[in-house]
Protein backbone atom coordinates (compact mmCIF):
# COMPACT_ATOMS: atom_id res chain seq x y z
CA UNK A 1 0.00 0.00 0.00
CA UNK A 2 2.69 2.50 0.90
CA UNK A 3 4.40 1.33 -2.24
CA UNK A 4 1.39 2.58 -4.43
CA UNK A 5 0.93 5.84 -2.60
CA UNK A 6 4.10 6.80 -3.44
CA UNK A 7 3.99 5.76 -7.11
CA UNK A 8 0.94 8.36 -7.41
CA UNK A 9 2.63 10.88 -5.34
CA UNK A 10 5.14 10.67 -8.06
CA UNK A 11 3.01 10.59 -11.43
CA UNK A 12 1.44 13.84 -9.61
CA UNK A 13 4.33 15.37 -9.10
CA UNK A 14 5.24 14.35 -13.12
CA UNK A 15 1.87 15.93 -14.28
CA UNK A 16 2.31 19.10 -12.37
CA UNK A 17 5.47 19.73 -13.76
CA UNK A 18 4.42 19.09 -16.96
CA UNK A 19 1.37 21.32 -16.96
CA UNK A 20 4.10 24.11 -15.16
CA UNK A 21 6.53 23.61 -18.52
CA UNK A 22 3.60 23.62 -20.56
CA UNK A 23 2.62 27.19 -19.27
CA UNK A 24 5.91 28.74 -19.32
CA UNK A 25 5.99 28.23 -23.20
CA UNK A 26 2.57 29.72 -24.14
CA UNK A 27 2.79 33.32 -25.03
CA UNK A 28 0.83 35.49 -22.56
CA UNK A 29 -2.22 36.76 -23.61
CA UNK A 30 -0.67 40.44 -22.91
CA UNK A 31 2.11 39.44 -25.28
CA UNK A 32 -0.66 38.06 -28.04
CA UNK A 33 -1.74 41.48 -27.88
CA UNK A 34 1.18 42.95 -28.38
CA UNK A 35 1.78 40.53 -31.22
CA UNK A 36 -1.13 41.65 -33.09
CA UNK A 37 -0.73 45.06 -33.12
CA UNK A 38 2.94 45.23 -34.13
CA UNK A 39 1.78 43.08 -37.19
CA UNK A 40 -1.19 45.86 -37.82
CA UNK A 41 1.36 48.22 -37.67
CA UNK A 42 3.38 46.84 -40.11
CA UNK A 43 0.85 46.26 -42.61
CA UNK A 44 -0.56 49.20 -44.67
CA UNK A 45 -4.02 49.96 -44.87
CA UNK A 46 -4.17 52.36 -47.74
CA UNK A 47 -2.13 50.32 -50.31
CA UNK A 48 -4.48 47.25 -49.28
CA UNK A 49 -8.10 49.88 -49.60
CA UNK A 50 -6.20 50.84 -52.88
CA UNK A 51 -6.03 47.46 -54.21
CA UNK A 52 -9.61 46.41 -53.23
CA UNK A 53 -10.44 49.72 -54.97
CA UNK A 54 -8.39 48.81 -58.47
CA UNK A 55 -10.11 45.63 -58.12
CA UNK A 56 -13.45 46.87 -57.83
CA UNK A 57 -12.76 48.80 -60.83
CA UNK A 58 -12.05 45.92 -63.17
CA UNK A 59 -14.59 44.20 -61.90
CA UNK A 60 -17.08 46.53 -62.78
CA UNK A 61 -15.59 47.13 -66.40
CA UNK A 62 -15.88 43.44 -66.99
CA UNK A 63 -19.43 43.33 -65.94
CA UNK A 64 -20.30 45.88 -68.41
CA UNK A 65 -18.59 45.10 -71.35
CA UNK A 66 -19.76 41.72 -70.94
CA UNK A 67 -23.31 43.81 -70.80
CA UNK A 68 -22.27 45.60 -73.74
CA UNK A 69 -21.34 42.38 -75.45
CA UNK A 70 -24.70 40.58 -74.93
CA UNK A 71 -26.80 43.77 -76.24
CA UNK A 72 -24.31 44.41 -79.05
CA UNK A 73 -25.44 40.42 -79.90
CA UNK A 74 -29.23 40.86 -79.62
CA UNK A 75 -29.01 43.83 -81.58
CA UNK A 76 -27.08 41.65 -84.16
CA UNK A 77 -29.56 38.64 -83.90
CA UNK A 78 -32.45 41.53 -84.51
CA UNK A 79 -30.97 42.77 -87.34
CA UNK A 80 -29.97 39.68 -89.12
CA UNK A 81 -33.53 38.36 -88.32
CA UNK A 82 -34.99 41.55 -90.03
CA UNK A 83 -32.69 40.89 -92.48
CA UNK A 84 -33.87 37.24 -93.65
CA UNK A 85 -37.54 38.92 -93.29
CA UNK A 86 -37.09 41.20 -95.81
CA UNK A 87 -35.48 38.96 -98.03
CA UNK A 88 -37.90 36.76 -97.65
CA UNK A 89 -41.06 39.14 -98.60
CA UNK A 90 -38.43 40.42 -101.45
CA UNK A 91 -38.24 37.03 -102.66
CA UNK A 92 -41.94 36.55 -102.69
CA UNK A 93 -42.82 40.02 -104.34
CA UNK A 94 -40.38 39.36 -107.07
CA UNK A 95 -40.03 35.46 -107.38
CA UNK A 96 -42.59 35.93 -110.37
CA UNK A 97 -40.82 38.67 -111.85
CA UNK A 98 -39.45 36.73 -114.63
CA UNK A 99 -42.80 34.90 -115.56
CA UNK A 100 -44.95 38.23 -115.49
CA UNK A 101 -42.05 39.57 -118.04
CA UNK A 102 -42.59 36.72 -120.48
CA UNK A 103 -46.27 36.79 -120.63
CA UNK A 104 -46.15 40.57 -121.66
CA UNK A 105 -45.70 40.09 -125.05
CA UNK A 106 -48.99 37.78 -124.58
CA UNK A 107 -50.79 40.54 -123.20
CA UNK A 108 -49.59 43.36 -125.89
CA UNK A 109 -50.84 40.91 -128.91
CA UNK A 110 -53.91 40.51 -127.18
CA UNK A 111 -54.31 43.93 -126.90
CA UNK A 112 -53.09 44.66 -130.32
CA UNK A 113 -55.69 42.10 -131.69
CA UNK A 114 -58.80 44.18 -129.91
CA UNK A 115 -57.40 47.81 -131.28
CA UNK A 116 -57.23 45.90 -135.11
CA UNK A 117 -60.15 44.14 -134.97
CA UNK A 118 -63.18 45.46 -137.19
CA UNK A 119 -65.96 46.22 -134.35
CA UNK A 120 -68.33 46.42 -136.71
CA UNK A 121 -68.09 42.96 -138.82
CA UNK A 122 -70.77 40.54 -136.88
CA UNK A 123 -69.04 37.26 -137.76
CA UNK A 124 -66.09 38.00 -135.83
CA UNK A 125 -67.58 39.73 -132.86
CA UNK A 126 -67.73 36.69 -130.88
CA UNK A 127 -63.94 35.89 -131.43
CA UNK A 128 -63.18 39.57 -130.21
CA UNK A 129 -65.49 39.11 -127.21
CA UNK A 130 -63.47 35.78 -126.54
CA UNK A 131 -59.73 37.69 -126.92
CA UNK A 132 -61.09 41.18 -124.84
CA UNK A 133 -62.61 38.33 -122.15
CA UNK A 134 -58.61 36.76 -122.31
CA UNK A 135 -56.95 40.06 -121.91
CA UNK A 136 -59.42 41.35 -118.87
CA UNK A 137 -58.76 37.80 -117.31
CA UNK A 138 -55.08 38.45 -117.61
CA UNK A 139 -55.00 41.52 -116.37
CA UNK A 140 -56.83 40.42 -113.56
CA UNK A 141 -54.82 38.00 -113.03
CA UNK A 142 -51.30 40.23 -113.22
CA UNK A 143 -53.31 42.96 -110.49
CA UNK A 144 -53.71 40.55 -108.05
CA UNK A 145 -50.15 39.52 -107.97
CA UNK A 146 -48.97 43.17 -107.50
CA UNK A 147 -48.88 43.64 -111.44
CA UNK A 148 -49.54 47.44 -112.29
CA UNK A 149 -50.40 48.55 -115.83
CA UNK A 150 -48.40 52.04 -116.63
CA UNK A 151 -50.48 53.83 -118.88
CA UNK A 152 -49.91 57.31 -119.30
CA UNK A 153 -51.42 59.20 -121.56
CA UNK A 154 -52.20 62.62 -120.95
CA UNK A 155 -49.53 62.62 -118.31
CA UNK A 156 -46.16 64.34 -117.73
CA UNK A 157 -43.45 62.58 -119.14
CA UNK A 158 -41.70 60.12 -116.53
CA UNK A 159 -38.19 59.33 -117.16
CA UNK A 160 -37.94 56.65 -114.39
CA UNK A 161 -41.51 54.53 -115.58
CA UNK A 162 -41.50 56.27 -119.89
CA UNK A 163 -39.21 55.69 -122.67
CA UNK A 164 -39.47 58.66 -124.91
CA UNK A 165 -39.81 57.17 -128.96
CA UNK A 166 -40.08 60.24 -130.35
CA UNK A 167 -41.57 64.14 -129.98
CA UNK A 168 -44.14 65.78 -131.52
CA UNK A 169 -44.85 69.82 -131.68
CA UNK A 170 -48.11 70.51 -129.83
CA UNK A 171 -49.10 74.14 -128.87
CA UNK A 172 -52.13 72.90 -127.18
CA UNK A 173 -50.09 70.35 -124.31
CA UNK A 174 -47.43 71.41 -122.12
CA UNK A 175 -44.15 70.67 -123.35
CA UNK A 176 -43.22 66.84 -122.48
CA UNK A 177 -46.41 65.73 -121.91
CA UNK A 178 -47.26 62.45 -122.97
CA UNK A 179 -49.69 62.39 -126.15
CA UNK A 180 -49.44 58.90 -127.39
CA UNK A 181 -49.20 55.50 -125.71
CA UNK A 182 -47.15 53.28 -128.01
CA UNK A 183 -46.75 50.34 -125.70
CA UNK A 184 -48.28 50.37 -121.96
CA UNK A 185 -45.62 49.91 -119.27
CA UNK A 186 -45.81 47.11 -116.03
CA UNK A 187 -44.42 47.41 -112.51
CA UNK A 188 -44.36 44.91 -110.44
CA UNK A 189 -45.22 45.58 -106.67
CA UNK A 190 -43.78 49.32 -107.25
CA UNK A 191 -40.35 47.73 -109.29
CA UNK A 192 -40.31 48.89 -112.53
CA UNK A 193 -40.86 45.95 -114.61
CA UNK A 194 -40.95 47.51 -118.68
CA UNK A 195 -41.19 51.37 -119.15
CA UNK A 196 -43.64 52.80 -121.32
CA UNK A 197 -43.16 53.41 -125.03
CA UNK A 198 -44.08 57.10 -125.69
CA UNK A 199 -44.70 60.02 -127.35
CA UNK A 200 -43.77 63.20 -126.06
CA UNK A 201 -45.09 66.73 -126.54
CA UNK A 202 -41.87 69.35 -127.65
CA UNK A 203 -44.22 72.31 -127.47
CA UNK A 204 -44.60 74.74 -130.88
CA UNK A 205 -42.47 78.01 -131.90
CA UNK A 206 -44.13 80.02 -129.53
CA UNK A 207 -43.95 77.62 -126.23
CA UNK A 208 -41.56 78.18 -123.77
CA UNK A 209 -40.04 74.34 -122.58
CA UNK A 210 -40.43 74.47 -118.89
CA UNK A 211 -38.35 71.52 -118.42
CA UNK A 212 -35.42 72.13 -120.30
Known amino acids: MMQENASNKD ?6 EAVDNDQQNEPSVSEDIDQAVSQDE ?3 WKVYADELE ?7 AKIDDQKDSVLRAKADGENAKRRAELEVDKARKFALEK ?9 DNLERATQAADTENE ?4 LLEGIELTQKSF ?4 EK ?8 QGEAFNPEKHQAMSMQENEELPPN ?3 AVMQKGYALNGRLLRPAMVMVSRGGVNSVDTQA
Open 145 to 152: FGLEVINP
Open 177 to 179: TVI
Open 99 to 107: FAGDLLPVV
Open 54 to 60: VKLSAAE
Open 11 to 16: TDQAEN
Open 139 to 142: LATF
Open 123 to 126: VIKP
Open 42 to 44: AFD
